[in-house]
C-alpha cells in the first residue's frame, strides 16, 4: 500500500513538472495573443517581411491584399503624416507601418488611451526593412489619437533603445 501511494506521488509530481514544461512551450497565440489584420497592397515585399516578423514574435496573421491600402488608412484614422506601406489591426488599435512586435505586445498589455501605433515612412532596419549591409536607422513609434501624437518608444532597428 505505502509503495503504491508513493508511486502516485510520483506520478503526480512528474505530471505536473512535465504540464509546467507544456505549458512554458505553448505558442504565445495560446497565451493570449490576439490576432492581427494585416492590409497590404499586394507587391509589397516589406510588409510580408514584417509579417513575418510578427509571426516569428507569436502572433497570428491574417493578410488582406489590396490596391486601395489608403482606404483602409483613411476608414482607420491613420494621420496623413504617419502614414506608411501597411495598415493593420489588432485589439481595437491600428498599427500603421513597421511596428516592432514587442512595442505592440506593449500596447497590447497597458492598454493606453489611443488609437493606435505608427512608425512613419519605412526607417531602414525596422522589422520587414532590414538589408544587409546598412546601418540601422533610429526612429520613433508613435502612439496617436484623433488629435495628438506622442512617443511610445524609440528603437534603432528592432533594438528599443
Same mark, same amino acid.
Given at each position: 500500500m505505502m509503495n503504491t501511494m508513493h508511486m502516485t506521488r510520483r506520478s503526480l509530481v512528474t505530471?505536473?513538472? &512535465?504540464?509546467?514544461l507544456l505549458a512554458h512551450? %505553448? #505558442? *504565445? @497565440? &495560446?497565451?493570449?495573443l490576439s490576432k492581427i489584420v494585416v492590409s497590404k497592397d #499586394?507587391?509589397?515585399?516589406c510588409c510580408t517581411g514584417w $509579417?513575418?516578423? =510578427? @509571426?516569428? &514574435?507569436?502572433?497570428s496573421a491574417d493578410v488582406v491584399e489590396t490596391s486601395e /491600402?489608403? %482606404?483602409?488608412? $483613411? %476608414? =482607420?484614422? $491613420?494621420?496623413?503624416? *504617419?502614414?506608411?506601406? =501597411?495598415?493593420? +489591426? /489588432?485589439?481595437g488599435y491600428v498599427i500603421e507601418g513597421h511596428v516592432p512586435a514587442d512595442a505592440i505586445k %506593449?500596447? *497590447?498589455a497597458e492598454k493606453p488611451a489611443g488609437k493606435g501605433l505608427a512608425v512613419a515612412g !519605412? #526607417? !531602414?532596419?525596422? #522589422?520587414? !526593412? +532590414?538589408m544587409e549591409g546598412m546601418v540601422p536607422e533610429t526612429y520613433e513609434v508613435v502612439l496617436f489619437g484623433p488629435s495628438s501624437h506622442k512617443t511610445f518608444a524609440r528603437y534603432k532597428g528592432a533594438r528599443l533603445l
Open positions: 505530471s505536473l513538472a &512535465a504540464g509546467a512551450s %505553448r #505558442p *504565445l @497565440r &495560446a497565451q493570449g #499586394p507587391s509589397c515585399g $509579417v513575418d516578423h =510578427l @509571426r516569428q &514574435a507569436g502572433f /491600402i489608403n %482606404r483602409v488608412k $483613411v %476608414r =482607420l484614422g $491613420v494621420p496623413d503624416d *504617419l502614414a506608411s506601406c =501597411l495598415t493593420a +489591426e /489588432i485589439g %506593449r500596447l *497590447l !519605412m #526607417p !531602414m532596419g525596422s #522589422p520587414g !526593412m +532590414e
